[in-house]
């Protein structure tokens, strides 16, 4: 993955930004909460794909810096930190490629309902067209009927 680590950046410094990350990733989480919560899926949607960046900066880091050090100073108590690490698997998969499927499958049903109201209106345009013509149909007979009457009294 493409993304810079600054490798100068002291790992107490590192470890301090990140956790503030977990705080404001907490933060956006809720609001994706609320907005799933209200049926709102497309902000939903939107909120994680904006996030998604910094999640998958964040978890290069985590993978790239912290469990370095774990690998290096503390492999003996290693294992539980690697089972975390693997988590990033589902992450970075939600993200990249079923956050995409969902956002298209949206997309989908959006140009579909649009079409079916584009459907109905003209459906509706058609019915409004019918009335009027056959209104103004029975206002035209309104001669032939006289001159029926006409013609049969002669
Ligand atoms: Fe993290
Ligand atoms: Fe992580």
Redesign the pocket.
């Given at each position: 993955m493409g993304y810079k680590i600054d490798f100068n950046e002291s790992i107490p410094d590192m470890i301090n930004r990140?956790k503030q990350e977990?705080v404001e990733f907490g933060l956006t989480l809720n609001n994706i909460t609320k907005y799933n919560d209200e049926n709102n899926i497309n902000e939903a949607i939107e909120t994680i794909h904006g996030m998604s960046e910094l999640i998958i900066k964040?978890v290069v880091e985590?993978e790239a810096r912290i469990m370095r050090i774990i690998m290096h100073n503390a492999k003996e108590e290693s294992a539980d930190s690697i089972k975390i690490m693997q988590e990033h698997n589902w992450v970075v998969d939600f993200l990249k490629h079923k956050l995409q499927n969902m956002g298209d499958e949206i997309h989908q049903r959006d140009k579909h309902l649009q079409q079916e109201l584009e459907q109905e209106q003209e459906i509706r345009r058609q019915i409004r067209e019918f009335i009027t013509n056959l209104r103004n149909h029975f206002l035209e007979e309104q001669i032939i009927f006289p001159l029926a009457l006409k013609t049969y009294s002669s």
């Open positions: 990140l977990h964040h985590e």
